[in-house]
């Protein structure tokens, strides 16, 4: 079930509020409901797998009661870190890797082993890493073991982040689960975020989406120089928009029912160095690879180079891994790996800096812009022709009369694309507009959203 379907805006959303605020009073009966809808809301899409998340579930509860009775570093949480490694990597590398793999050994030699065609559940990425969180803090006393199962449950499957993120930490919300106080200027400020969010899926990230196909599509089929580019960016706006404005809905639907969850994006598109650009896209990921992988590896205070390049190495080549199989997202986290080793190791970032905000600026967006075309590419050689289209202009034409007619039908909300990109300065005196501009921009969301066909949120796949 998507946020931005009818169904969930006009029948599951209003049937969460009024349940929920109907047992408010009842905390533990409160959160029973809320666990039963977000499995239901899973479930909607696929039944099958629920079974895997309560299993998930269940494991995980287990391990982490055991994980409160070991100590950290001891011969018993070693083994602890094994099961709970093997259990939660297992199953996400059956359902989402076995079968490249498999794929892969066949391509090596002439081997023919059976290729399993698992569907993929959706989310299965964002809530194997919640739970790995979950057992690995309480391993490090970094969190107290959750005693009551459906708590645990409730952690795992909450539907506002169980399909596409943030990936939410334990200890951020430990205390909200049993504790938490709604409030009305909570449930308004979600509400907003909500629309906001909604707004920049379906007004922005499905129609600038429109332009970003169509130049991928012709990525072999004569793309013309300017629309190369013009695809690339819009690319980067539509994943932009489609991702952050997921998490803005996430956040809302948190805050509505009274749960804080942490930033997953803060304008990723102004940042100075690719470093800084990975501290503003996809918070949560960034900072679970951060605790989870790199620190314990060493992180960057080490005193040999050698060390630091295969920490940073591990750590992208994981990135790329954990978006999918495919060598286009291998490639694209080990492009950012060049890059954010470049900047660790040369202070060349200092030195552009002083002349001025604007060439690190276009450094990093040149950087990310290129990552975002091997990133959306079917193969690595659709990713060098399109590479090519950028960069020849003897490969293609300049523009086509066809693709200037696109741009003239969806320049107004490419350029909207651009300019909401960046942090802009609220108006003075203007707040009374606010909740009408609220309404106002839910209603063309909804126009929009009835009208269009065009609506899966793209990290519905990882």
């Known amino acids: 079930m998507l946020f931005s379907s009818t169904i969930f805006l006009f029948a599951f959303l209003p049937f969460v509020w009024i349940g929920y605020f109907l047992l408010k009073p009842f905390r533990r009966v409160s959160n029973v409901f809320l666990l039963i809808v977000s499995l239901l809301f899973y479930a909607f899409g696929e039944p099958i797998f629920v079974w895997l998340m309560i299993t998930s579930i269940v494991v995980n509860y287990f391990l982490g009661l055991w994980s409160e009775k070991v100590e950290h570093g001891s011969k018993a949480g070693k083994w602890l870190m094994f099961w709970m490694l093997l259990y939660n990597i297992g199953i996400l590398f059956v359902f989402k890797y076995l079968g490249p793999t498999m794929m892969f050994i066949n391509t090596q030699g002439n081997y023919q082993l059976p290729i399993p065609d698992f569907l993929l559940p959706i989310g299965i990425s964002f809530f194997t890493f919640q739970s790995i969180s979950y057992v690995v803090d309480i391993y490090r006393k970094n969190a107290k073991a959750q005693h009551n199962i459906l708590n645990v449950g409730l952690y795992i499957s909450f539907f506002p982040q169980l399909i596409a993120g943030p990936i939410v930490r334990y ?80 956040i809302g639907l948190g805050l509505m029912l009274g749960f804080h969850f942490d930033e997953n994006f803060n304008f990723p598109y102004i940042a100075q160095s690719v470093s800084e650009f990975w ?89 990310v812009l290129f990552g975002w075309v091997l990133f959306r590419s079917n193969s690595m050689t659709d990713a060098f022709s399109y590479f090519g289209s950028m960069l020849n202009p003897l490969k293609s034409h300049f523009l086509s009369s066809q693709d200037l007619m696109y741009l003239k039908e969806y320049g107004l909300f490419f350029m909207a694309g651009l300019i909401f990109a960046v942090p802009l300065k609220p108006i003075k005196g203007m707040k009374w507009i606010s909740p009408i501009a609220m309404w106002l921009l839910f209603m063309i969301s909804v126009t929009y959203l009835v009208k269009g066909t065009y609506n899966p949120f793209i990290y519905f796949n990882f």
Request: glycine share 8%.
């Open 279 to 367: 501290r503003r896209w996809h918070i949560s990921l960034g900072q679970w690879f951060r605790d989870y992988v790199y620190f314990p590896l060493g992180g960057s205070r080490v005193s040999n180079p050698d060390i630091l390049i295969r920490n940073l190495f591990v750590v992208w080549l994981l990135t790329g891994i954990w978006h999918g199989a495919k060598e286009t997202f291998i490639v694209w986290g080990l492009w950012f790996f060049i890059f954010i080793l470049i900047e660790k190791l040369f202070p060349f970032m200092k030195w552009m800096r002083k002349k001025g905000r604007v060439w690190p600026r276009v450094y990093t967006l040149l950087v």
């Open 171 to 250: 200890n951020t919300i430990a205390w909200e689960i049993e504790n938490r106080r709604e409030n009305w200027n909570d449930f308004s400020t979600g509400m907003n975020r909500f629309v906001i969010g909604l707004a920049k899926k379906v007004l922005l990230s499905n129609t600038i989406a429109i332009v970003a196909d169509r130049a991928f599509l012709q990525v072999n089929d004569g793309l013309s120089l300017v629309f190369a580019w013009v695809g690339a960016i819009a690319y980067g706006l539509q994943i932009y928009y489609d991702f952050s404005g997921y998490s803005d809905m996430a």
